[in-house]
């Protein structure tokens, strides 16, 4: 029994050795190992297939590599994987292509990546300015006539620590700017697609709503642009890379003041000049400022929650005003200011609003989604509250680019 217990403990110890210390154990036993692999793959596969008198041979074989590896026998290692590597050629699928491997190593990647991506953490690209200061959005920012675009290898490092791509776009004829289209690319980057009059299409690494606001800064929107005239010369900086734990409200109620995650769906995105750019079901990222059966409403520049100053951090450090922060605080939908939406409004001026709570299907319970930046935040102020079943969960590390908001998301 005690034997018996002391070879399962140096199994498990020889186990970590191989797959966590792999290149620091010497290139005999990494070879044992892998001869043992193949063997134990080859067995596994074509089992239904080997005569008796070969499984024994195959067991025997085995049986002398696993006991040689696991006393780090150095001779009988060696000796046990020419036996193997001897018998792989008379064996026919004993060795795989290096492009077999290769795909079966991509799909099992695959397969652990969107396991973990449904189920458990989830990476999401902050899209728009709504949470500045607390978290970045994509932005663009125009480079001086006279400033000159950075080095081959400073854009290669900007890039990679801090996100940042350059463009510069130049007309070579005469045409207008007929449209602007967000697309993805590589599942977790954004950029934006510029319809000319010509027919022709230039990209940008931006949003398209920070895309159009720069054209329309410079001049750019709803005019014939000349042949050499510069279009877009700029620096596009992108957006927070976030995880979310899609666990954590599982075993625990939302809280407020957290940043949260959720979707679209069943929102009435379509207020006027609320959310242009987004569409059914896809994710958002705001502060949780009201929970089931909380009655919240806004005194400029304050949250109150059930007749109360909100104190959370984060939204003190809103309302408060002060740098980095906007100086306005929290504002509701106000009738001169914000006269194209206020009739449609969720959240107006003066009032307030109650999130239900509902007991029989708790997945209707309502939730206020307000973004930290509220002079530039479409949010539950425009389209209402989110339910239950549109939250992924809390933004907990802020993981891409190295900026100061790298670490851990408040």
């Not at 064996?91 to 795909?103: D, H, M, S």
């Not at 099992?108 to 999401?124: C, D, E, N």
């Not at 806004?298 to 104190?311: S, W």
């Not at 319970?365 to 949010?379: F, I």
Request: proline share 5%.
């Amino acid at each position: 029994m005690a034997e018996s217990m002391n070879r399962h403990i140096l199994r498990i110890a020889n186990l970590l050795a191989d797959n966590l210390f792999a290149w620091f154990t010497p290139s005999w036993r990494r070879k044992g190992c892998e001869a043992r692999s193949a063997l134990i793959r080859y067995c596994n596969y074509h089992r239904p297939h080997i005569s008796d008198e070969r499984k024994e041979q195959l067991s025997a074989v085995q049986e002398r590599l696993e006991n040689a590896l696991l006393f780090w026998k150095k001779e009988d290692t060696i000796a046990a994987t020419k036996d193997v590597e001897g018998l792989s050629e008379s064996l026919r699928g004993f060795k795989r292509g290096a492009v077999i491997e290769t795909v079966e190593s991509l799909f099992v990647i695959i397969v652990i990546f969107l396991g973990i991506r449904t189920y458990y953490a989830q990476p999401f690209r902050i899209p728009t300015g709504s949470m500045q200061p607390s978290l970045n959005g994509i932005t663009i920012k125009p480079l001086a006539d006279n400033e000159e675009m950075p080095s081959a290898p400073e854009r290669l490092w900007n890039a990679i620590t801090l996100g940042s791509s350059y463009s510069e776009i130049i007309a070579n004829n005469a045409k207008k700017i007929v449209d602007l289209r967000t697309e993805r690319y590589l599942f977790l980057f954004t950029r934006t697609r510029i319809y000319f009059s010509d027919g022709s299409q230039e990209t940008v690494p931006c949003a398209s709503g920070a895309v159009a606001e720069y054209l329309m800064q410079q001049g750019k929107l709803g005019r014939m642009l000349m042949p050499g005239e510069v279009i877009v010369r700029a620096r596009m900086d992108a957006g927070d890379m976030v995880v979310v734990n899609r666990m954590a409200y599982h075993f625990r109620r939302p809280e407020l003041g957290e940043t949260f995650v959720f979707d679209t769906r069943g929102i009435n995105t379509n207020v006027p000049a609320a959310m242009p750019d987004q569409s059914s079901a896809s994710n958002y990222i705001k502060r949780l400022c009201g929970l089931p059966g909380d009655t919240v409403s806004i005194d400029e520049p304050n949250l109150v929650v059930n007749g109360k100053t909100a104190t959370q951090a984060k939204v003190r450090d809103v309302s408060a005003c002060k740098p980095p922060y906007n100086s306005t605080g929290y504002n509701a939908i106000n009738r001169t200011r914000d006269a194209s939406v206020y009739y449609q409004a969720y959240m107006t001026e003066g009032s307030s609003v109650s999130l239900k709570q509902n007991a029989d299907n708790p997945n209707l319970n309502e939730y206020l989604a307000l973004g930290d930046n509220t002079v530039n935040s479409k949010d539950s102020r425009y389209w209402g509250p989110v339910r239950q079943f549109n939250i992924l969960g809390p933004a907990f590390l802020a993981l891409w680019p190295f900026t100061e908001h790298w670490g851990y998301v408040e």
